[in-house]
Nanobody, 115 residues
Framework: QVQLVESGGGLVQPGGSLRLSCAAS????????MGWYRQAPGKQRELVAH???????NFADSVKGRFTISRDIAKNTVYLQMNSLKPEDTAVYYC?????????WGQGTQVTVSS
């Protein structure tokens, strides 16, 4: 059973930056895609960004140009670099990983953008 543990969330002012990390308990090279989702209060969980095993990346329109996603196979970790943060980015951010037949989720990390 693979575990995903997110870290790096917190309180940041508008325009600031945060880097989220998602550490897997096993090799991330076995996943065909890993990604970040977020869920704001009263809203549905939405995809923020994902990265495939071939390093293809995809982003929600709302974060394009501000967020980047990357992975470090040696550290079994996926990162979400968030720049130029806006209050509307406030949400719980979840790490997600998929292999054939199985999807894993982390427990989430809170990101709050407020002055």
């Amino acid at each position: 059973q693979v575990q995903l543990v997110e870290s790096g969330g917190g309180l940041v002012q508008p325009g600031g930056s945060l880097r989220l990390s998602c550490a897997a308990s096993g090799s991330i090279s076995s996943f065909y895609v890993m990604g970040w989702y977020r869920q704001a209060p009263g809203k549905q969980r939405e995809l923020v960004a994902h990265i495939t095993s071939t390093e293809y990346t995809n982003f929600a329109d709302s974060v394009k140009g501000r967020f980047t996603i990357s992975r470090d196979i040696a550290k079994n970790t996926v990162y979400l670099q968030m720049n130029s943060l806006k209050p509307e980015d406030t949400a719980v951010y979840y790490c997600n990983a998929a292999k054939i037949g199985t999807i894993y989720w982390g427990q989430g990390t809170q990101v709050t953008v407020s002055s």
